[in-house]
């Protein structure tokens, strides 16, 4: 592109003659000038220019030279010229503006900044007013992807838009890019997208995809487009392709599908549907589903992994629906949260557990974005609930509606006739929160619910229950007692008696009472130890910056100053009387309440330390730094932290201490293990968790939870866990299953671009590995990979992920 009219010719040739002649005597006066010569500068392009929009400042110019011709009507600059207008910055080797036009060409090393996008070229043209114009071999960087868009000629039209032919798209660095999509020709829209005809990714120089037509996106914010696949082989589901496609419906609402594609499965079709609308609402909805080609109608065609639930799973079409939501409904006082957890067939959840749709990925998006948990893999009851509740100062109100999926009562295994899955449809809590009543010394609480049970077969009705709790807290010295009595009130009114004797009477009403009784006692005796400075140990709160010994600021790792030692006595004493309910209608567990005796007591020590250590403070109105910023200044800071928990608890039934029901098979045993539990956190990157339960009868250790987690300044990561429970068949607990499984995992950045890892978790009672996972990833600056292998006894997987930076189709 040429200038639109060509640089008109002097009207006075005298005019010229002149300005030849000043410039011949500033030359002279220069090489006479033993100092460099200063650069010329000035606002000679603002009388030229108009300001429009928002560009309210003139353009300056900058340069080694500058000369003007024909009268002013051509301007000439050389060696590092710089026009800026605003924090738009045009940089050249040579330039050359016309007045008529308002024309600028640059020859060499051309760098143009524009807001957050920068442009470089061999040379180039710019109407400065309409900022248009064209780049021989340029290049255009998009700071947001991070893309970089090169091409033989690259022309700029009005507004953000630009096209350009013979290009090579890429976020890469690097000269050599390690990828790159080259193309004819192609078209960008800033903070929109670029298209481009007949596209090639190229890997290292070799072509690897083609297409006729592509588009890019090309925006800060969120892009529309295809996202970068999971592909991999598994001994299950053969190999398989999963490819997400991003949809960025608005500002507050996202889509993605996925087209999960199975070699012995099939396609397993995915939706994900994301949206916050405002701050008080976000939901995350998702669906799969997929026609399968394996149907397994006895359990000899399954997987031996399901050989013992003594169900098949003849279905073809199979499917998760599963959803959060927290909302309000019209008054933001009244919160609702639902939750969606419904599944084809029993086995779904436990077949496919990995990758970005599987069950274990979404668990933890649930727990991460809304802190509640759904039913595990192999669990064959599933909730899914509608609760709706609001709090005041007093008290507050609850409703709730569930259904509960019973996977064993579908796909022709069980009769659906004999399903006694209990729903509650609805159910209603009413909570009076604890306070004191009449303001005296009594407290007061109370806690009243309904709700309706249907059930397909068995006894459907309705109960009422109502427990009111008063306490009266008494405090004689350090020592607290808390006694408190409660009543709770249960009613039944049953429209259907099934699969369970009815009342001798037939009545359809029935009720129960049960008192109960709790007494806690507890204190706490504490001594603060000042730990002395030890001898060498650098002062705090100098007032210079610590220093190394080679004179530069490092961060304190401060030191302990204070430790404070806690001893916590505490016992509990639990009362609720043996009422016979065999013959009331039962539901859930709230119609079985077990009778209580039982006095349990604990002493707990804790161990808080206080650490000082010397941070730097901004001071606006501190010296300047070599920075130009201010210096900060050192100041005292503390910090707290509990360190170490130690404590005993043990239990001793009076209930069993005099029991003569089966003692010819069951000895009693009123005391329980005695609990040990150890939690040492020192600093937050290390903390063991520790429990460990003796039993008083067999003088062994019966039980043992172990957890020991370490981080190591972001470059290491390391966690061990080991569960043992010893077999027993006690009047309390019977046939306790013996375990032993052992679990330890770790992460490791190895280098700048490589980090790698593992999980393993085995079975040492059977002697036999649960699982074993390893992956491997390679970080480069514009595109990374994952390589995941993972072994079961019951499947083997391998997977890998590529992500190419900023791109997305």
């Given at each position: 592109?040429?200038?639109?009219?060509?640089?008109?010719?002097?009207?006075?040739?005298?005019?010229?003659?002149?300005?030849?002649?000043?410039?011949?005597?500033?030359?002279?006066?220069?090489?006479?000038?033993?100092?460099?010569?200063?650069?010329?500068?000035?606002?000679?392009?603002?009388?030229?220019?108009?300001?429009?929009?928002?560009?309210?400042?003139?353009?300056?110019?900058?340069?080694?030279?500058?000369?003007?011709?024909?009268?002013?009507?051509?301007?000439?600059?050389?060696?590092?010229?710089?026009?800026?207008?605003?924090?738009?910055?045009?940089?050249?080797?040579?330039?050359?503006?016309?007045?008529?036009?308002?024309?600028?060409?640059?020859?060499?090393?051309?760098?143009?900044?524009?807001?957050?996008?920068?442009?470089?070229?061999?040379?180039?043209?710019?109407?400065?007013?309409?900022?248009?114009?064209?780049?021989?071999?340029?290049?255009?960087?998009?700071?947001?992807?991070?893309?970089?868009?090169?091409?033989?000629?690259?022309?700029?039209?009005?507004?953000?838009?630009?096209?350009?032919?013979?290009?090579?798209?890429?976020?890469?660095?690097?000269?050599?890019?390690?990828?790159?999509?080259?193309?004819?020709?192609?078209?960008?829209?800033?903070?929109?997208?670029?298209?481009?005809?007949?596209?090639?990714?190229?890997?290292?120089?070799?072509?690897?995809?083609?297409?006729?037509?592509?588009?890019?996106?090309?925006?800060?914010?969120?892009?529309?487009?295809?996202?970068?696949?999971?592909?991999?082989?598994?001994?299950?589901?053969?190999?398989?392709?999963?490819?997400?496609?991003?949809?960025?419906?608005?500002?507050?609402?996202?889509?993605?599908?996925y087209e999960n594609w199975m070699s012995e499965r099939g396609l397993m079709q995915g939706l994900e549907f994301r949206h916050t609308p405002n701050t008080g609402t976000k939901g995350l909805w998702r669906i799969d589903y997929l026609h399968d080609a394996i149907r397994e109608s006895t359990q000899a065609q399954e997987d031996s992994q399901f050989h013992n639930d003594g169900l098949t799973r003849p279905n073809a079409d199979r499917y998760w629906i599963r959803s959060k939501l927290d909302t309000h409904l019209l008054d933001p006082h009244w919160k609702a949260k639902l939750d969606i957890d419904w599944v084809s067939d029993q086995n779904f959840l436990r077949e496919f557990k990995a990758g970005k749709t599987g069950f274990t990925q979404n668990r933890l998006e649930f727990l991460e974005e809304f802190s509640r948990d759904i039913a595990n893999a192999d669990a064959l009851e599933r909730e899914s609930a509608l609760l709706v509740s609001r709090s005041w100062d007093a008290g507050g109100v609850a409703v709730k509606t569930a259904w509960t999926q019973n996977l064993a009562y579908q796909n022709g295994n069980r009769s659906k006739d004999r399903n006694p899955t209990a729903q509650t449809l609805p159910e209603l809590h009413a909570y009076l929160w604890k306070d004191r009543l009449f303001?005296?010394?009594?407290?007061?609480?109370?806690?009243?619910?309904?709700?309706?049970?249907?059930?397909?077969?068995?006894?459907?009705?309705?109960?009422?229950?109502?427990?009111?709790?008063?306490?009266?807290?008494?405090?004689?010295?350090?020592?607290?007692?808390?006694?408190?009595?409660?009543?709770?009130?249960?009613?039944?009114?049953?429209?259907?008696?099934?699969?369970?004797?009815?009342?001798?009477?037939?009545?359809?009403?029935?009720?129960?009472?049960?008192?109960?009784?709790?007494?806690?006692?507890?204190?706490?005796?504490?001594?603060?130890?000042?730990?002395?400075?030890?001898?060498?140990?650098?002062?705090?709160?100098?007032?210079?910056?610590?220093?190394?010994?080679?004179?530069?600021?490092?961060?304190?790792?401060?030191?302990?100053?204070?430790?404070?030692?806690?001893?916590?006595?505490?016992?509990?004493?639990?009362?609720?009387?043996?009422?016979?309910?065999?013959?009331?209608?039962?539901?859930?567990?709230?119609?079985?309440?077990?009778?209580?005796?039982?006095?349990?007591?604990?002493?707990?020590?804790?161990?808080?330390?206080?650490?000082?250590?010397?941070?730097?403070?901004?001071?606006?109105?501190?010296?300047?730094?070599?920075?130009?910023?201010?210096?900060?200044?050192?100041?005292?800071?503390?910090?707290?932290?509990?360190?170490?928990?130690?404590?005993?608890?043990?239990?001793?039934?009076?209930?069993?201490?005099?029991?003569?029901?089966?003692?010819?098979?069951?000895?009693?045993?009123?005391?329980?293990?005695?609990?040990?539990?150890?939690?040492?956190?020192?600093?937050?990157?290390?903390?063991?968790?520790?429990?460990?339960?003796?039993?008083?009868?067999?003088?062994?250790?019966?039980?043992?939870?172990?957890?020991?987690?370490?981080?190591?300044?972001?470059?290491?990561?390391?966690?061990?866990?080991?569960?043992?429970?010893?077999?027993?068949?006690?009047?309390?607990?019977?046939?306790?299953?013996?375990?032993?499984?052992?679990?330890?995992?770790?992460?490791?950045?190895?280098?700048?671009?490589?980090?790698?890892?593992?999980?393993?978790?085995?079975?040492?009672?059977?002697?036999?590995?649960?699982?074993?996972?390893?992956?491997?990833?390679?970080?480069?600056?514009?595109?990374?990979?994952?390589?995941?292998?993972?072994?079961?006894?019951?499947?083997?997987?391998?997977?890998?992920?590529?992500?190419?930076?900023?791109?997305?189709?």
């Open positions: 592109m040429t200038p639109k009219h060509p640089p008109r010719r002097p009207k006075h040739p005298a005019a010229l003659r002149l300005a030849g002649l000043a410039l011949l005597a500033a030359l002279v006066a220069l090489l006479a000038c033993p100092a460099p010569p200063a650069r010329a500068e000035g606002d000679i392009l603002a009388d030229h220019l108009e300001a429009k929009g928002q560009e309210n400042t003139p353009w300056q110019i900058k340069a080694d030279n500058l000369a003007a011709q024909h009268d002013t009507e051509v301007l000439q600059a050389d060696g590092n010229v710089v026009l800026t207008q605003g924090e738009n910055t045009l940089k050249a080797d040579h330039a050359t503006y016309y007045r008529a036009t308002g024309w600028v060409r640059l020859v060499g090393n051309v760098d143009i900044d524009w807001s957050t996008d920068r442009l470089r070229a061999e040379e180039a043209e710019f109407d400065l007013k309409n900022k248009v114009g064209w780049l021989k071999n340029g290049e255009i960087f998009v700071s947001e992807p991070h893309l970089y868009f090169r091409g033989e000629r690259i022309e700029k039209h009005a507004g953000d838009r630009y096209t350009f032919r013979n290009a090579r798209v890429t976020a890469c660095d690097e000269p050599g890019e390690a990828w790159s999509i080259a193309m004819e020709e192609g078209e960008i829209t800033l903070e929109g997208y670029a298209w481009m005809w007949h596209p090639r990714l190229l890997v290292r120089d070799q072509p690897a995809f083609y297409a006729p037509v592509g588009i890019l996106p090309v925006k800060s914010k969120r892009q529309s487009g295809l996202l970068m696949p999971e592909w991999g082989t598994s001994s299950r589901n053969g190999f398989m392709y999963n490819q997400p496609i991003y949809w960025a419906i608005s500002d507050e609402a996202d889509a993605t599908f303001s005296g010394p009594l407290e007061f609480e109370a806690e009243a619910g309904g709700t309706h049970f249907w059930r397909r077969y068995g006894t459907q009705g309705t109960r009422l229950d109502l427990l009111p709790k008063a306490s009266l807290p008494v405090q004689a010295g350090p020592l607290s007692v808390i006694p408190t009595l409660g009543l709770r009130t249960t009613a039944y009114f049953v429209s259907r008696y099934e699969d369970h004797p009815a009342p001798s009477h037939d009545d359809s009403a029935t009720t129960r009472s049960l008192p109960t009784m709790n007494v806690s006692a507890f204190t706490e005796y504490y001594k603060v130890f000042d730990l002395a400075p030890s001898s060498g140990a650098p002062a705090l709160n100098t007032g210079q910056p610590l220093l190394d010994d080679k004179g530069r600021p490092v961060e304190d790792p401060g030191r302990w100053t204070k430790i404070r030692h806690a001893v916590q006595p505490r016992v509990d004493y639990d009362w609720t009387p043996h009422v016979s309910q065999s013959n009331k209608p039962f539901f859930d567990e709230l119609d079985r309440l077990a009778a209580q005796n039982e006095i349990t007591y604990s002493l707990t020590n804790l161990f808080d330390r206080k650490r000082e250590r010397q941070v730097l403070r901004v001071d606006p109105d501190a010296p300047l730094g070599e920075d130009g910023k201010p210096l900060g200044v050192p100041v005292l800071k503390a910090d707290y932290r509990e360190f170490l928990r130690l404590r005993l608890e043990q239990s001793f039934d009076l209930r069993e201490a005099t029991r003569t029901e089966q003692r010819d098979q069951y000895p009693r045993r009123p005391f329980s293990d005695l609990m040990g539990e150890l939690i040492v956190s020192p600093e937050e990157w290390l903390s063991l968790v520790n429990r460990s339960y003796w039993s008083p009868y067999s003088a062994d250790i019966t039980r043992h939870e172990h957890f020991l987690r370490g981080l190591w300044k972001n470059v290491a990561r390391a966690e061990f866990g080991l569960d043992f429970q010893d077999s027993a068949d006690t009047y309390k607990d019977r046939n306790r299953a013996r375990i032993r499984q052992i679990r330890f995992g770790v992460d490791l950045i190895a280098s700048r671009r490589w980090s790698t890892g593992f999980t393993y978790r085995a079975d040492l009672t059977t002697n036999s590995d649960l699982e074993q996972t390893y992956y491997v990833t390679y970080t480069h600056q514009c595109w990374d990979v994952t390589v995941y292998y993972t072994h079961t006894p019951f499947e083997d997987r391998f997977e890998a992920r590529v992500q190419l930076m900023g791109l997305s189709f």
